[in-house]
């Protein structure tokens, strides 16, 4: 290790440590602060610029200092984004609203931690309403940590209602009002098998419950005793083998939260009807927070993606308003 | 205890992300033990979800034909295991070769279906409404979108002349795609680089609410 | 299902009296209580089409009495004993139930209770009905249709292939660099990477980059080179080693054939991820390789190669990663063309013949999307009934999932 390198790294080190005791908590910045911090990035990238047009191209590690800080300081600034509703995710607001209490919901929690950022919102949201509205939830995952993640958002739920937690006055019944059924491998043939029967994928639940003790299971044999399904999904499996199979064999109506990723991949299926609607990415979900009036965080990392945005595109206009002016000077 | 957890789970966080910077000695042992842990944890998940709850709990009380369908998943698990001797380890073909042919089997149906008969219904069905410019172009550039990826994915024919012309009008149609897919990507690679950020500045430094 | 239906009748009941008690005329309250509400009529059994022979559609006319004074059904199964069950309750818009995992073969007679504020009037049983399998979904006639001419025309085309028959694909782009970029490797004595995706062995992605792996393997083995193959899938594995080794007899050079070749990382999907980029900075491949199933990893991995100088040359069917590697390999091959690549390095007569039967899905896909679109402007534009009748009945008859 070079000496430079060993005396930033010492000093970035430090910067965290007077981060982690030293400043007030939380952290919030003025709108004087925050109009400043703003400039200084806009600065950055004009000199970004500059030397960029003088051929002097930057080091792909100042990009990434740079949209990492696009990222994070956007945390400490108090702004409120406009947001407008998508036809697509209000199709699945509207889906879900006509369900009536004691709806069974078959919610497929198809992704793990790396995707929760864009993904537990959306499905935080859609447990708090749906305990809120008494439906019957039946939780499960094709991913193995899918249903920690189901849990997670029953945690959500309880925060946001504490009276939802077991022993309260509320209190939503685990086996009665929602169950995770846990996780099964076999990706698509899980779904198929499902077609027939929850049991034969399903013999216990998450705490090794059988099936038929379950009591909100009793009358669930497959999709045919369903009302809805949302899936939550990062990849494969996810929502085009749920579409696939579920929709197109067994005619569950669904709809779909998918990471952004996923989401173009998703909306031949949307187009064409076989998705009753469906939540893309970081913006998806904070459409969906705000329908169900449940605001988390994904309202909250829109002002963070935008800036970071921001400063993509800037790179883009960058890099080639500087190829182009190269390439004239060649001539 | 929590704390520690806390703690750990930021050091280890860094230490992936200083790859940006170059690669180190952090790094390397981070990704040794994410390595090994992830290794490990499916090896756990797959015991407790496929051999105990699946197969223990499963054919306890269960029917004779659902019985000798799990046994029948078990032989094919253990035929996968021959292949630590070399000389039954052709017997963990057999196993290999049921799951490319049941996968394809269903493949078949589900892609013919969903991918391919209801997309040309969606295609060639007009919009519920037609009423603006903007519906009746966007259902025609559909149409076109989708003749001309066709003919670029067609490989029986040489791409020249109009073919060729067609095929070429189908690529750009799919860099236009690509283009918005890319604009979708980043923004889910943001979403995970702000998951961790707001882990590391928020539960560990506890600057954000 | 006893529990539940009688459960609901319960509730109906109960609501019912709330309802009554609601009423202001006394009168009306006692009328109720002594008038039973008309029973339904007509009541049908009929076998549900389709099935494993375990479901019986049940169907009825509805009461005649005052909508608002039917509360809901109870549908009664007899097994031909005339002991009638409950099996469940429909609410009095609905008239009717499909009962389900019958036992196919049995005769099953039906009853249904219409439940009124003063109790529940039974109707006439039903004729008996048997729950029956079919062994096809005529309704799927279309899907078979054209299954059978795409199907048949693989098999043609595979025969045809297998008799000798040259088959003609086009050129695909990226493939000429494939060989390339493996000398080049060689030249500078620095191994090849191949990255067969994070899918396993039942994602068709992967067979086509197995195929792919044999044909490079070969030129790796006939050239001396070196193939790095870090796999996410323990299937993955044994195939890949199986085809390295394969490619290495037949290079005639079996002893240069190490299992060290592939290797298992991880099936976790950023542990893979993190795991490949070590390598690739430590051993700085000057060639990476990467064909099959992608998602997340597939801009980290190429980015990667990127900065350490590589010829990278991808191919994926997953439409959202194929930007990545558009902007950050040297070639790509994009969808199908994997499939084509797979075809046309190996020259199995099943997968030319499979690509060419496939071409000819593509020709029906073509021809019906002008006829339909077609059919829809003439339509819409002139008011042409036949056309919309022909779009209706024939084409969205045909390209629909019944």
Known sequence: MKRTELVVSSLIVVALMICKFLLPKPLLFSPLVSTIVTILIGCAFLVIFILTVKGKPIERRIVFLVVGIALVFPFFMKVELPIRISPEVQQVYDKMSSLPAGSKVLAAFDYDPPSAPEL?????????????????????????????????????????????????????????????????????FVILRMGESFKSMFPADLYYTAYDSVPLLKNIHNFSNIDWGVNFSAGKPGTVEWVQIAVDRHNLPMSAGNTAVQAPMAYPYLNAGQLIGLMGGMAGAAEFEKLTGHTGKAITFLLSQTYAHVAVILFILIGNVAFFLNKKEKK | ?????????????????????????????????????????????????????????????????????????????????????DKIGWLSR?????????????????????????????????????????????FVLIAIGTFCGLIYFFFSKEHKGAFGGAAKVGIWFLMVTFGASFGYTVMSRMSLMLGRFDFLFGEWLGLIK | MRIASFGIFILLVFGCGLTALAQDDPIDMVESEIVLPAPASKVIALNHKYDIGEILDVSWESSTSDPELVFGYIIYRSEGDNKFDSVGAVLSKINSF??????????????????????????????????????????????????????????????????????????????????????????????????????????????????????VARVVADYDSKIMMPVSRSLVMTSARETIKEAYLSAGRPDAYSDDMAYYVTDEQFGYVAAVNGLMVREKPATCLYLGAFFAESLILSETGNSIGAIQIAGTARPGQLPFFVAACDYTLIGEELFAASAYLSGDPKQLGSLKGQDLGKVVAMVAIVLGTLAATLASAWDIEIMQKFLDNVMLGIFSNH
């Open chain 1, 120 to 188: 537990q919102p959306m499905a935080d949201a859609f447990m708090k309403y749906a305990f809120e509205h008494d439906f019957k939830v039946i939780m499960m995952g094709l991913w193995p940590q899918g249903p920690q993640q189901a849990n997670q958002s029953v945690e959500a739920a309880w925060a946001y209602n504490p009276q939802w937690m077991p022993d309260s006055a509320d209190e939503k019944v685990y086996g009665v009002d929602y169950v995770n059924l846990g996780f099964q491998s076999g990706n698509e």
């Open chain 2, 1 to 85: 205890m929590e704390q520690f957890g806390i703690w750990l789970a930021a050091l280890l966080t860094i230490g992936i992300i200083s790859f940006l910077y170059k690669d180190n000695i952090l790094y390397k042992a981070c990704e040794a033990i994410f390595v090994g842990v992830s290794a490990g944890y499916w090896f756990v998940t797959y015991f407790w979800d496929n051999l105990y709850r699946k197969f223990y709990l499963g054919i306890q009380g269960a029917e004779l034909s659902d019985q000798i369908f799990l046994w029948m998943a078990v032989a094919l698990g253990v035929m996968m295991l021959t292949r630590l001797f």
């Open chain 2, 94 to 138: 057999w196993p290999l070769a049921f799951i490319i042919g049941a996968t394809a089997g269903l493949y078949m149906m589900t892609y013919f279906v969903s991918n391919a008969f209801v997309q040309i219904g969606a295609t060639i069905t007009p919009p519920p409404s037609m009423e603006t410019i903007g519906d009746k172009i966007s």
């Open chain 3, 98 to 215: 499909s009962d389900e995992e019958l036992i196919p073969g049995k005769s099953y007679n039906y009853q249904i209770g219409t439940i009124g504020a003063s109790g529940v009037a039974l109707s006439e049983p039903s004729e008996p009905a048997i729950p029956d399998w079919e062994l096809f979904n005529l309704e799927m006639w279309n899907i078979a249709l054209i299954g059978f001419i795409i199907c048949g025309a693989v098999i043609a085309y595979i025969f045809s292939a297998k008799a000798g028959r040259k088959l003609f694909i086009r050129k695909i782009g990226g493939l000429e660099a494939l060989e390339e970029a493996v000398g080049r490797a060689t030249e500078m004595g620095r191994p090849i990477l191949f990255i067969p995706g994070i899918q396993d062995m039942d994602d068709v992605q992967t067979l086509a980059a197995i195929t792919i792996l044999g044909k």
